[in-house]
Each structure stands twice: as C-alpha cells, then as structure tokens.
C-alpha cells in the first residue's frame, strides 16, 4: 500500500509549539503557594501556622532536608504569610502586590541566597550590604538560603 503524502494541515498540526517570551522552570511554576499546598510537609505547615496564629513567630527558622522536600516553598509561604496586607495571617491572599512580588521571586525584602556560590567571606560581606537596615516595604525581611554547608 501506498503511503500517503503529507497535506500542508497535518504540517501545521505537527509543528511544536511557539515557545512564549517569557519561560517559567516547572518547579516555579508548580511551587505550592499556600501551607495547605505542601505536600508532605504538614507538621511544618502546621507548626508555622500555630505561631502565626498565636503570633509567636521566631526571628528565624531553620529548614533542613533533602533536595525537593519544600524547604524554599515554606520559607516564601512564609514570607507570604508574614508580608500580606491581610496579614500577618496563616492563609496569605495571593492577590495584594507583596504576595505577587514574592511569589515571583521580585520582593526586595525577600532575598534569596545561594550558598553554594556566596561562600567566602567576601560573598557574605557583599550579601550583607545588600540587605540594607531599613525594610521597603514589606513589615518582615526573609532572606532563604539554599544549599549552605555550614
């Protein structure tokens, strides 16, 4: 049997699809955004929550685990939780602009630190002086720092 020559619409069909201006990597765009969305972490969630609630927040928390597990999810839902104009609250809105701006990684308040890169003293010492003493905007600072072996 004879095969069938490829029409112009099958073409079209088979193209991949035009990549967007803008590309977001599968862990961010999936990355829980509310306590209730952390999976497997629910004794941290509730732990976090609990001292929202009762407005016993430490002045800061340590997360710890494997790769993958929510470390950075939890620190920025805290973040979010802390930083709402709701708040501080156990359920931030993901509405008001500071919500936004943390879960798109833009809050100046919010900065992450890589520490497998920041290493020396001399990183530490630039880090520092980024992270000025007055805040922004937000009523917190969060500084999440991935992958330090200290």
Known sequence: MAKKKPTTESKAE??????????TV???RY???????LIGQEAVAQALMNAL???????AYLFTGARGVGKTSAA???AKALNCEKGP???PCDKCEICQAIASGEDTDVLEIDGASNNSVDNIRENEGKSV?????????AEPMEGGEW
């Open 14 to 23: 088979d193209a991949p699809p035009q990549a967007s201006a803008e590309y």
């Open 26 to 28: 599968l862990a961010r």
């Open 31 to 37: 990355r829980p955004q509310q306590f209730a969305d």
């Open 53 to 59: 609630e009762s407005g016993r927040v430490a002045h």
């Open 76 to 78: 920025r839902i805290l």
């Open 89 to 91: 609250t156990t359920k």
């Open 133 to 141: 003493d007055a805040l922004f905007r937000d009523m917190f600072r």
